[in-house]
């Protein structure tokens, strides 16, 4: 069975891409086992061989309600008719971004698939989620930081700093494992959702199927006002004009503009 991980920060569109994985018929998703109570810290950046192995036979069997996204906050995800027997264990993480490295290293046969969205797309969409970004917290004292959602816990990826090591981290897993790990630009798959898939189903393996190509279009079909919903009306992703203040837009663009992470700021100004 072909293993792949998906992994990106909080608010990148880990939960769409995921799902798109989840409706190929051969596909068994696993959603966030390494934050879930069944297989929590299951992986680390020491983990063997062995242990990797280990844990993705755990995650196929698992009998965990939110691995298998049976939990009650987990309602709104939709179902798949899936294949007798699955060809792929796919699992997705927007926590736990540092044990990457070691999958690529120690587990020799898992793929991983990075996604990076604009950093200001990012901050504002985790501005507007009520379960990540309290009413009471000022956005100023934490966009970079995200002091009081990451409490200091290595596993967690709020904030511009961390989002930079992020996008830092898969562009060097991009130049350095070319065969392993594929890194999706957010932009592009908002921009053209099918041709994005298809690259990348091609490089995990996986054939297009006609249940993928429909839950493309119907994930974009219409627009959803809950935050954590897999459904949006195609965008160019410039919500964060109206929700962030300008000093922080004026300060990310400034720090990135120098270096390689420039690429990820959607320049769309005027739209």
Request: glycine share 4%; with cysteine.
């Amino acid at each position: 069975m072909k293993k792949i991980a998906i992994f990106g920060p909080p608010r990148s569109g880990t939960s769409w891409l995921s799902h798109i994985f989840n409706s190929h018929p051969d596909v068994a998703l696993r959603f966030q086992p390494l934050f879930s109570y069944g297989h929590k810290g299951a992986l680390s950046e020491l983990s063997s061989r062995e242990e990797i192995q280990e844990f993705f036979q755990a995650i196929l069997n698992s009998t965990d309600p939110f691995t298998l996204m049976e939990a009650e906050s987990q309602k709104g995800y939709p179902s798949f008719k899936k294949s007798s027997t699955s060809t792929h264990l796919v699992f997705k993480e927007t926590r736990y971004l540092q044990v990457i490295e070691n999958l690529l290293q120690a587990g020799d046969d898992v793929v991983v698939v990075g996604i990076i969205r604009d950093p200001l797309a990012t901050l504002a969409s985790w501005v507007g989620a009520p379960k990540e970004f309290s009413s009471d917290w000022d956005v100023r004292e934490e966009w970079r930081l995200a002091s009081k959602k990451n409490g200091g816990r290595a596993e967690e990826y709020f904030g511009f700093e961390r989002w930079k090591e992020a996008a830092t981290n898969f562009l060097r897993f991009e130049a350095m494992y070319p065969e392993r790990f594929r890194l999706i630009r957010y932009a592009a798959l908002n921009q053209a959702p099918d041709f994005v898939i298809s690259d990348l189903f091609g490089f995990c393996g996986l054939a297009m199927h006609p249940q993928v190509n429909d839950f493309i279009q119907q994930s974009r079909s219409r627009q959803s006002d809950d935050a954590y919903s897999i459904y949006r009306l195609p965008s160019d992703d410039l919500r964060w004009k109206m929700v962030l203040p300008d000093e922080i837009v004026d300060a990310v663009i400034r720090e990135l503009d120098p270096s390689p992470l420039h690429e990820f700021i959607v320049r769309k100004f005027n739209a």
